[in-house]
């Protein structure tokens, strides 16, 4: 199979482990249980690291919930300035994509952020920042 798609494709990419890194998705093969785990642990890590990087001084506490007892509250609270705008987008699409593939436990508060993303606020922010220390506390689950 391996040579007829070569003869095809010409350049292809084979692994043969049990386990492959694919756009932040480490996803391994349990041929003995006959399932796929899909594990965004270091992708999670590496999103949480580059927002501190870009903002060393905001201190994202640890919590056990994705999100406040106040997410759909909206108030007329202070928009962000440009460049935290733009860490706010990008670190809400990030998170959306991993939402979407391995953590379902944070897809109700991502989803309401990415409604944010044009006009975030402080309490946005407060929000985004609970996220993170909700990520960076648990392990949470894994697609399998």
């Known amino acids: 199979m391996i040579d007829d798609l070569k003869e095809h494709y010409k350049e292809i990419t084979v692994h043969n482990e049990n386990s492959h890194d694919y756009l932040g998705m480490i996803m391994t093969h349990d041929i003995k249980d006959q ?8 992708y999670i890590s590496d999103c949480i690291d580059e927002f501190q990087d870009q903002e060393p001084d905001e201190k994202i506490k640890t919590v056990n919930t994705p999100t ?18 733009k860490i706010f987008h990008s670190t809400v699409a990030k998170l959306l994509f991993v939402a979407k593939r391995a953590r379902p436990d944070i897809l109700l508060t991502v989803s309401f952020l990415t409604t944010r993303v044009k006009e975030a606020d402080s309490d946005d922010w407060k929000k985004l920042l609970h996220l993170l220390g909700y990520l960076r506390s648990s392990d949470g689950p894994m697609m399998t």
């Open 35 to 42: 399932k796929v785990t899909i594990d965004m642990r270091k």
């Open 68 to 85: 406040t007892d106040n997410l759909f509250k909206t108030r007329s609270a202070e928009k962000i300035s440009k460049r935290r705008s």
